[in-house]
């Protein structure tokens, strides 16, 4: 498989109803164009909208513990399935929940048929995640989130010991982020050992988002 790209389009303006289509739209067209491994965490509200405008895969950027009944406000593995989403992120830097919620969270997205892309924080909540069994752990040093300064390039032991120590434990694709901005952060992120990506801001407030994923997708094919 292709180095994934996974595009968090978090809470910004710039990425609320049709703008957050709009580079939806785009990651589609570029992962058409190059064959690159895209999927896209749109707001929550636009999931089911965004899920019939794209062929790759759609992610939700969280959900809650609950199972479906009375708990106003949750968003829940089954309805983020019925939505047609194929995966959801958890525990970002921006979002983060208990380790035993982690686990109820893994569950119930199993049971719900949707995979799990788990964020740590550093190398030590990586190795207490692994043993869950997560589809993805993506690596994201909090200092360096929305930097734009790459994690791959300030701190890249911290990918390449993740990735050793997430192997050893369990056979999950590992991914880099915070920072993550152009094509040459991609490929070191490669060459470091990683899976691929997670970004959002370099993408999401770019002038020109889709020069910036192109540059990205063509790397992480390299």
Not at 31 to 54: C, H, M, W, Y
Not at 55 to 72: C, L, M
Not at 73 to 100: F, R
Request: with cysteine; proline share 5%.
């Amino acid at each position: 498989m292709n180095p994934l790209i996974a595009l968090n389009l978090k809470a910004y303006k710039e990425s609320i109803g049709e703008r957050g289509l709009a580079l939806c739209r785009i990651a589609d067209e570029v992962a058409k164009e190059t064959g690159a491994s895209i999927i896209v965490a749109p707001q929550n509200v636009d999931l089911f909208r965004v899920v019939k405008a794209v062929s790759i895969p759609v992610f939700a950027q969280h959900i809650d513990w609950n199972v479906p009944g009375a708990f106003t406000g949750s968003i829940t593995a089954d309805a983020v399935k019925e939505a047609g989403c194929q995966g959801t992120l958890l525990n970002h830097a921006e979002k983060k929940i208990a380790l035993e919620k982690i686990q109820l969270c893994i569950e119930l997205a199993r049971k719900g048929g949707i995979k799990t892309l788990l964020c740590a924080d550093s190398v030590d909540e990586a190795k207490r995640i692994a043993p869950l069994k997560p589809d993805f752990i993506a690596v994201e040093p909090p200092e360096l989130i929305g930097s734009g300064v790459s994690v791959s390039k300030a701190k890249p032991e911290i990918v390449s010991n993740t990735v050793e120590a997430v192997k050893s434990i369990q056979n999950i694709p590992v991914l880099c982020g915070a920072g993550v901005s152009n094509g040459e952060d991609v490929r070191k992120a490669v060459e470091l050992g990683a899976d691929g990506v997670l970004l959002a801001s370099a993408f999401v407030k770019a002038s020109n988002p889709r020069a910036v994923l192109l540059e990205m997708a063509n790397a992480a094919r390299q």
